[in-house]
């Protein structure tokens, strides 16, 4: 199978996978952002921070986002750890993070023994306007490698991606654009193995199974590994998103 999925808390999962097996840990952690100060961060739900109050969906929230800074710091090291000591050498890590915490997710990256190679900006056209300042309409993606980049490999990545969030079809509420993912798993070789400690509804997965890429993912919320399941079982079958989107995971929150 091409793919496999573990419901559960990702610290436990990854202790549990052997040594240097991973070519890329590709994950979009749960922030622990979205507020202006300690208490709005830590007492809203995710739900509450990442999407406003006129939104016209009713998206499932998703648990682990409500750390402060310091212990979010410390959470993502461990995490980052973990993948590292399952990562091959010249393997790549890239996780996604917003403007407040990317000063946290670098140096978690750096603290776990991955060399911080970059950011790259995620650019969202479709985003609010902010009155009187600037808008925000960018996420970062930091990266990094084990050692070195594999430079025999003739690839040649993008150094940003602009794409909206989806809206058709969207089943989670920070679903990552598949088109960008789509670039992102290129990072590791054809037939390598993907991770994503923080699977959400699959987009990751679903993407390194359409490049020909193998896939770990592991997702806590039992409502987000249901669907991520529908979703990789969809793509690994040959089915369309559409054909996903139609039969549906059901609301098993
Ligand atoms: C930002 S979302 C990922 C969204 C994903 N990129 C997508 O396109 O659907 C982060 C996910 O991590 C999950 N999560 C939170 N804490 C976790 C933990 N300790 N272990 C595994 N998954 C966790 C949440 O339930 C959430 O679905």
């Given at each position: 199978?091409?793919?496999?999925?573990?419901?559960?808390d990702?610290?436990?999962?990854?202790?549990?996978?052997?040594?240097?097996?991973?070519d890329?840990?590709?994950t979009?952690?749960?922030?622990?952002?979205?507020?202006?100060?300690?208490?709005?961060?830590?007492?809203?739900?995710?739900?509450?921070?990442?999407?406003s109050g006129?939104?016209?969906?009713?998206?499932?929230?998703?648990?682990?986002?409500?750390r402060?800074?310091?212990?979010?710091?410390?959470w993502?090291?461990?995490?980052?750890?973990?993948?590292?000591?399952?990562?091959?050498?010249?393997?790549?890590?890239?996780?996604?993070?917003?403007?407040?915490?990317?000063?946290?997710?670098?140096?978690?990256?750096?603290?776990?023994?991955?060399?911080?190679?970059?950011?790259?900006?995620?650019?969202k056209?479709?985003?609010r306007?902010?009155?009187?300042?600037?808008?925000q309409?960018?996420e970062f993606?930091?990266?990094?490698?084990?050692?070195?980049?594999?430079?025999?490999?003739?690839?040649?990545?993008?150094?940003h991606?602009?794409?909206?969030?989806?809206?058709?079809?969207?089943?989670?509420?920070?679903?990552?654009?598949?088109?960008v993912?789509?670039e992102?798993?290129?990072?590791a070789?054809?037939?390598?193995?993907?991770?994503?400690?923080?699977?959400?509804?699959?987009?990751?997965?679903?993407?390194?199974?359409?490049?020909?890429?193998?896939?770990?993912?592991?997702?806590?919320?039992?409502?987000?590994?249901?669907?991520a399941?529908?979703?990789?079982?969809?793509?690994?079958?040959?089915?369309?998103?559409?054909?996903?989107?139609?039969?549906?995971?059901?609301?098993?929150?």
């Open positions: 199978m091409p793919y496999t999925l573990h419901r559960g990702a610290r436990t999962v990854l202790a549990g996978l052997p040594d240097g097996i991973i890329a840990v590709i979009d952690p749960p922030y622990n952002s979205g507020g202006r100060t300690s208490a709005e961060r830590t007492t809203k739900t995710a739900r509450a921070k990442y999407t006129d939104a016209g969906h009713t998206l499932a929230n998703f648990p682990g986002d409500n402060d800074q310091r212990s979010y710091t410390r993502l090291t461990e995490l980052l750890t973990e993948s590292y000591r399952a990562a091959k050498k010249h393997a790549v890590a890239v996780v996604f993070t917003d403007w407040r915490q990317e000063p946290c997710t670098t140096d978690a990256l750096q603290m776990a023994g991955w060399t911080w190679s970059g950011t790259l900006p995620w650019i056209p479709a985003s306007p902010r009155k009187g300042g600037f808008k309409s960018s993606i930091v990266w990094g490698v084990k050692e070195s980049l594999d430079r025999s490999r003739a690839i040649y990545l993008p150094g991606f602009i794409a909206s969030q989806p809206r058709k079809g969207r089943v989670h509420i920070t679903q990552k654009p598949i088109e993912m789509r992102i798993v290129q990072i070789p054809p037939g390598g193995t993907v991770l994503d400690p923080f699977t959400g509804s699959g987009t990751t997965g679903v993407a390194a199974l359409r490049e020909g890429r193998q896939f770990i993912g592991v997702e806590l919320s039992d409502h987000y590994a249901t669907i399941e529908a979703r990789l079982n969809a793509e690994e079958n040959g089915l369309t998103q559409d054909d996903f989107i139609l039969a549906g995971p059901g609301d098993t929150a």
